[in-house]
């Protein structure tokens, strides 16, 4: 009987769990207690470190006390925060990210910090010092990355939800590979303060959520303008709980350019039946261009690269985490980045500094820029024709593991569709659409800036619809 309570609370979404809690058949504490056991005994890979016990959460408070997994890019308070990084081994930041901060107060407690690729970078989460993450679906197969294991913890139950960031897809990428929900916000929606910063021109933390309601319930409550993020807008209006059931009148535009090379058969064929269920809902799907956006990755490759080279040279062996060398002060330098960095860091920081070097900056830099912004254009101009825009949400369902971790550009690939939203600043949701082959195929909702109130109902009405169900940890 005990047993079948706690199996009943744990398969709760987090906004039914927070109903039970306020009508008080539930505790915020009994639930932490669930899920810190389960998420004791994972043998995903998934987590970094747990939290002993719950903070003490009114049961009125509007998240009940139903806790989270933070995914390890995010400081928290004398807890260690190493962004998957042997660099920052035995780091605990004296202060606390906003995010977590604000979702903290609203009623959800850390359960614990999650496993990532290293400095949010990557695909597949194998570039993670503290090893990889399996993908509850199918354990030889990757969760997705960076975000991968807040991934893998929703989706096998070890979490209610979780939080991640995205910079090229990081969010997205992830909860497709592992069939759930994840939201890339708007571009300053929610404050960056205490993110471990990887490229800051395109960070954005999100929500991973079993579905769209508890996004929109997470999403609620970590938005708005922060004093310590000079870059974080205050959010035009209270985010509204997803109710849309149709879709009539609401223009879907897919384009040409991320829906049909390069895109999976397996992928492809559940696109075009979640392009069906939208006409079935009284949704209108029709083709529109995006013609820059095929140049997105090789924009956001010299980007990104460029902005990590800059922010990754706090990391000297002086003022955090690990320290390597001999004594003298040239040698802390080298041996601290030589030991501390993996691979993929350090190609990233030799790709940036190149292409920020005098000579070679206008060539590379600038040029991405101008795509960067010919990308947006796109983008504007396709919302004067549409609503929103529809894409599978990357190019193949998760991929083994190893089996492109001697490839770079393969792994870069998996981003293709993710990568124009960030570099265009516009939000984008990725949700379960259907299987390929026994494993989660995600499609993607992006709209223009702030408009996540219309991408969540339509996500919201496409979910009911879609009537995905496949939770490995149900079975
Ligand atoms: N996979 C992409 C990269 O490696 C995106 C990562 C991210 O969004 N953090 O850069």
């Not at 990532?116 to 695909?123: H, Y």
């Not at 960076?146 to 090229?168: E, K, M, Q, R």
């Not at 996540?452 to 009405?461: N, V």
């Amino acid at each position: 009987m005990a047993a079948r309570a706690s199996d009943e609370a744990l398969s709760l979404t987090a906004a039914a769990a927070v109903e039970r809690i306020a009508a008080g058949e539930l505790s915020g504490a009994e639930l932490f207690d669930l899920y810190r056991e389960r998420a004791g005994n994972e043998d995903l890979g998934a987590f970094l470190w747990l939290s002993e016990a719950a903070a003490d959460v009114p049961a009125d408070a509007p998240l009940g006390g139903v806790p989270l997994a933070v995914k390890d890019v995010f400081c928290v308070e004398g807890v260690p925060s190493t962004a998957g990084s042997r660099i920052l081994h035995g780091y605990r930041p004296p202060y606390t990210a906003t995010a977590v901060e604000r979702l903290a107060a609203a009623g959800a407690p850390m359960l614990g910090k999650t496993n990532m690729d290293e400095f949010a970078m990557g695909s597949s989460n194998e570039n993670s010092a503290y090893g990889p993450v399996a993908n509850p679906w199918d354990r030889e197969r990757v969760p997705g990355g960076s975000s991968g294991g807040s991934a893998a913890a929703v989706a096998a139950g070890l979490a209610p939800w979780a939080i991640g960031t995205d910079t090229g897809g990081s969010v997205r990428q992830p909860a497709s590979l592992c069939g759930i929900v994840g939201l890339k916000p708007t571009y300053g929606a929610v404050s960056r303060y205490g993110m471990i910063a990887f490229a800051s021109s395109l960070d954005q933390c999100g929500p991973l959520t079993r579905d769209v309601t508890d996004a929109a319930l997470l999403f609620r409550h970590m938005v708005g303008c922060d004093p310590c993020d000079s870059t974080s807008l205050d959010y035009p209006a209270e985010v509204p709980l997803p109710t849309a059931e149709r879709l009539d009148g609401v223009r879907f535009g897919a384009p040409p350019e991320l829906t049909g090379e390069g895109i999976e058969p397996g992928v492809l064929e559940v696109f075009n039946r979640v392009r069906t269920t939208i006409e079935e809902l009284g949704g209108e799907v029709e083709d529109i261009a995006l013609p820059h956006t095929a140049h997105g990755l090789a924009a956001y490759y010299v980007l990104a690269p460029a902005e990590a080279s800059a922010n990754l040279s706090r990391y000297d062996g002086v003022r955090y985490g690990m320290r390597a060398g001999d004594g003298d002060l040239l040698s802390l330098y080298e041996e601290t980045r030589a030991e501390g960095f993996g691979d993929e860091v350090k190609r990233r920081i030799m790709l940036g500094t190149y292409a920020l070097s005098s000579g070679y900056y206008e060539a590379y830099y600038g040029r991405a820029q101008r795509v960067r912004t010919k990308i947006a254009e796109d983008f504007r101009a396709a919302f004067e024709r549409v609503d929103l825009v529809l894409t599978p949400t990357s190019p193949s369902v998760a991929f083994r593991l190893g089996e492109r971790t001697s490839d770079p550009l393969s792994m870069y690939l998996s981003d293709y569709c993710a990568v124009p939203m960030s570099l265009a600043g516009i939000p984008a949701i990725s949700i379960p659409g259907g299987l390929s082959d026994g494993l989660p195929v995600g499609i993607q909702l992006a709209g223009p800036a702030f408009s996540e109130p219309r991408i969540l109902d339509a996500a919201h009405a496409l979910e009911r619809a879609v009537g995905f169900t496949g939770e490995p940890w149900r079975a």
